[in-house]
Antibody
Framework: QVKLLQSGAALVKPGASVKMSCKAS????????VSWVKQSHGKSLEWIGE????????NFNEKFKGKATLTVDKSTSTAYMELSRLTSEDSAIYYC?????????WGQGVMVTVSS | DIQMTQSPASLSASLGETVTIECRAS??????LAWYQQKPGKSPQLLIY???SLHTGVPSRFSGSGSGTQYSLKINSLQSEDVASYFC?????????FGAGTKLELK
């Protein structure tokens, strides 16, 4: 069955960066876009961007350009998102999803807390 | 960006009742719309894609309809396990955008 297993929660200092992972299993990793979604506490969802593992092609929400970097490792079927220059506004849960039409499978989420 | 206006923000209904949640897009999204259910502390789960296609394993009491800029999610015969938040998402255009969500509670 399709699974997306994300890395664990992160506590990071303001101004630092954090890199999270999303390991896919149960399907051909290179056949589907992987999207990343932000959910701030108690609020709605924001689409950050997506990456196509086969080619490395990306699409971004303008709001997150310069904030998020998306990469993949095809050899391990793992997608990564790095967030840079973190502020309190970046404290949130971040999900990776498989995205054929909308997001049909979601990881369990990574809680990122930005605090000194 | 395409704005997704979702209503109502919250909803209280009785077991067995039929519930409808709506999303209005700021422009035509040509059925590029998904609905998700999210329970507290859990990841969202896909219910409907392409406006009216039921995702694998989703109970048939969930259905989606609409076209153009107006879309709706209907839950027939509300069950206790349907208590959750529901979100719409348009993926017709970049950036994909979500509605603000509807919190569904039991009356």
């Amino acid at each position: 069955q399709v699974k997306l297993l994300q890395s664990g929660a992160a506590l990071v200092k303001p101004g630092a960066s954090v890199k999270m992972s999303c390991k896919a299993s149960g399907y051909t990793f290179t056949d589907y876009w992987v999207s990343w979604v932000k959910q701030s506490h108690g609020k709605s969802l924001e689409w950050i961007g997506e990456i196509y593992p086969n080619s490395g092609a990306t699409n971004f929400n303008e709001k997150f350009k310069g904030k998020a970097t998306l990469t993949v490792d095809k050899s391990t079927s793992t997608a990564y998102m790095e967030l840079s220059r973190l502020t309190s506004e970046d404290s949130a849960i971040y999900y990776c999803t498989r995205s054929p039409a909308g997001s049909d499978y979601w990881g369990q989420g990574v809680m990122v807390t930005v605090s000194s | 960006d395409i704005q997704m206006t979702q209503s109502p923000a919250s909803l209280s209904a009785s077991l067995g009742e039929t519930v409808t949640i709506e999303c209005r897009a700021s422009e035509d999204i040509y059925n590029g719309l998904a609905w998700y259910q999210q329970k507290p502390g859990k990841s969202p789960q896909l219910l409907i894609y392409n406006a009216n296609s039921l995702h694998t394993g989703v109970p048939s009491r969930f259905s989606g309809s609409g076209s153009g800029t107006q879309y709706s999610l209907k839950i027939n015969s509300l069950q206790s396990e349907d208590v959750a938040s529901y979100f719409c998402q348009q993926y017709y255009n970049y950036p994909n955008t979500f509605g603000a969500g509807t919190k569904l509670e039991l009356k």
